[in-house]
């Protein structure tokens, strides 16, 4: 759900030329995901509440393109709980 809503955002700003937004897991990505002969994947931007975040790390460090920067956010526990729709159920 939240890949939706980022795609319709990125259509609205104008920038879905730019970028993409893939939904997966780091079972599920490969170099392929990153490397088109079209397109130069430069950053890779893991979701704040994407887990377990070393595993996903250490897995796009061997698939990531040479010179591709990978980010990774941290929230706050307290503004975590702000985002994370699942923590009140």
Known sequence: ?????SK???????????????NGNHFSLST???I????????IMIAAQAEPKEEILAHLLKIAPA?????YRIYEKG???????????
């Open 32 to 34: 392929g995901d990153f």
């Open 79 to 89: 503004l975590m709980k702000l985002l994370n729709r699942d923590f009140f159920a």
């Open 36 to 43: 088109t002969p079209d397109v130069s994947t430069r950053v």
């Open 8 to 22: 319709e955002v990125i259509k609205k700003l104008g920038v879905s030329e730019d970028i993409s937004i893939l």
């Open 1 to 5: 759900m939240s890949a939706d809503l």
């Open 67 to 71: 010179g591709c920067k990978i980010s």
